[in-house]
Each structure stands twice: as structure tokens, then as C-alpha cells.
């Protein structure tokens, strides 16, 4: 479903049309700090994604991936905090009171997860500390240490 038209109702309208596993994405220069209504349970229930864009052109993201192909941009420096999905309306209010100076990374799948800055999850887990790249950067294998400690399969897995 690709809504195209900016503000709350229409998001909204797109999402209740949405198939279980299918994908939302807005395109439509909706203005910062606007909410709509969304039942986040298809997202941890049936996989589905809601997505949007930052505005940017084409041009711009195909420079983005070929700079961080050829290493001179670092994804994971954006990543500030992760959590479960239990943890996703925190996560929104965490955004909207700017806790965090980067991304928060709600993962659906580790449903136990509690919302975490990366530097309080390396002081309570050596292990996870350790995953993180140099200055605590957020790295795939960090990712692994969090799916290794809180994944549990879903009850029709």
C-alpha cells in the first residue's frame, strides 16, 4: 500500500487496507510531528512493514549505499537504542521527547526486549559491550548477542 497523500487520516485509511504481511510506505511530505492512528500487532503478528521516506532524492540514497559500500559512512553510528517490540510505544515516546541523539531500532522478533540505550546494554552484558565496534558503534554482531539472548520463536513457528 503507498500513500501519496500527506497527513494523519490517509495514513491511517492505507493502514486498515493493508494486508496482514504487506508493507505501508509514505510518500507524501508529511510534516514532522504528525501522528496518526496505526495498530503496530500486523508488524510482530504477521510481518508487516511500515515504512516512509526522508524526502530525498534518488541521486542522494544511491550516493548514501555507495559510500557506505566503499566504507566511508557508517550506518551503525546512527543507531542510539534498540528494543522489542513490547517496546515500540516507548520507543515512539522516546522519539517525540528526543531521549536518544540517533535511531531507535525496535525489532519485532525479540518481543522481551526492553527499550535500551547501546551504553546502557554494554554495562549490563560484557558480551554484548564486546559486539560493538570501536567508540560503540552498533555492528551486526551486537545484533547477534540480542537475538542470541531474547528471540523466542512465535507461538505458530
Request: charged share 20%; hydrophobic share 45%; aromatic share 6%.
Amino acid at each position: 500500500m503507498i500513500v501519496t497523500a500527506p497527513g494523519p487520516r490517509p495514513i491511517a485509511d492505507g493502514a486498515a487496507l493493508l494486508s496482514p504481511d504487506g508493507m505501508l510506505v509514505v510518500f507524501a511530505g508529511v510534516p514532522v510531528g504528525t501522528y496518526a492512528p496505526l495498530d503496530l500487532s500486523p508488524v510482530f503478528l504477521h510481518s508487516a512493514q511500515y515504512t516512509g521516506t526522508s524526502g530525498s532524492r534518488i541521486s542522494d540514497q544511491e550516493l548514501v549505499i555507495e559510500k557506505t559500500h566503499a566504507g566511508q559512512l557508517s550506518p551503525g553510528r546512527a543507531v542510539a537504542a534498540v528494543g522489542g517490540i513490547d517496546a515500540a510505544a516507548e520507543g515512539l515516546r522516546a522519539l517525540v521527547e528526543g531521549r536518544y541523539a540517533g535511531k531507535i531500532v525496535i525489532f519485532p522478533q525479540l518481543r522481551d526486549l526492553p527499550l535500551s540505550s547501546l551504553e546502557d546494554l554494554a554495562s549490563d552484558d560484557p558480551e554484548f559491550a564486546r559486539a560493538l565496534g570501536d567508540g560503540g558503534v552498533w555492528t551486526s554482531e551486537a545484533e547477534a548477542v540480542l537475538f542470541a539472548r531474547h528471540w523466542r520463536p512465535a507461538m505458530d513457528e
